[in-house]
């Protein structure tokens, strides 16, 4: 499935993937930052954003493929840098392990390598049916916005928190409960970080919740070429709420690459 993106700026590029249930916009100021230099295409992965929201479980294999379709509809076939946030690192860890040869560094921003506990399956099962219930995507909004951001954010940005709400509010409730179902369905992928060829820079929120430091610390040590930077005053969605130490992490990386 072809899929809605933003395209801008010159040079290798850097194809940036978002998180759940977000869109493209999360990436503006790694846009306006990293688009000076790099060409930055992110898209909006299907059901959300202003990609079509097709009915069905929305596979994480599903979500790389649309990624793929839509980089050969640009012509871009040369190896790109790949980065994903959460459910967006999820997408991109399958991706690598698909194509490798389509990609040149990798950037996991506030995710994981393991599968979801049947546990956590469970309580995706049951929030995608309350989601598909009430017709709207309230709830997950009201489940996760407050395990999202850091205490600082919460204090000094709360304004960031209502923008990130009005954004899930208007993923579509059937795009909710498909990505539930595809993300509580994923294979787990920590076996295949040792295989993983390419430079890695993982950048985790000090405060993530959601996937803590140590989680991320383990992860790059099992990528062989990695790094890994903790974002201060950042949870989960270390690129918008602190921007500036994401970019500077990011540019640094790039520019490291050659
Ligand atoms: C995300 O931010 O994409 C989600 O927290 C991913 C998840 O629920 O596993």
Redesign the pocket.
């Known amino acids: 499935m072809l899929l809605a993106y933003n395209d801008n700026g010159p040079g290798p590029v850097v194809v940036l993937l978002h998180?759940?249930p977000l869109d493209r916009s999360m990436w503006s100021s790694q846009e306006t930052t990293l688009g000076s230099v790099y060409r930055v295409i992110t898209p909006d992965l299907r059901g959300h954003g202003q990609s079509a929201a097709p009915e069905g479980v929305y596979s994480i294999e599903a979500m790389a493929e649309d990624v793929i379709e839509t980089l050969d509809a640009l012509q871009v076939t040369e190896p790109v840098v790949l980065g994903g946030?959460?459910?967006?690192g999820y997408v991109a860890l399958a991706l690598v392990a698909r194509y490798p040869e389509r990609f040149r560094a990798l950037l996991l921003i506030?995710t994981k390598a393991e599968a979801d506990s049947p546990e956590a399956a469970r309580g995706r099962e049951e929030l995608a049916s309350t989601v598909e219930g009430s017709g709207n995507s309230g709830a997950v909004a009201s489940a996760?916005l407050p395990k999202l951001f850091s205490e600082t954010t919460r204090q000094r940005r709360p304004q960031l928190i209502s923008e990130m709400r009005t954004v899930m509010e208007k993923t579509p409730a059937r795009a909710v409960a498909g990505a539930l179902r595809g993300?509580a369905a994923r294979q787990d992928r920590t076996a295949e970080l040792a295989q993983i060829a390419v430079p890695t820079l993982v950048l985790v929120g000090v405060d993530d919740a959601?996937t803590p430091p140590d989680g991320a610390q383990k992860m790059a040590e099992a990528i062989p070429d990695a790094l890994i930077v903790v974002v201060p005053d950042a949870g989960?969605l270390a690129p918008l709420e602190n921007p500036q130490a994401c970019n500077e992490a990011i540019l640094h990386f790039l520019q490291g690459l050659g």
């Open positions: 998180g759940f946030l959460s459910m967006g506030d996760m993300m959601i989960h």
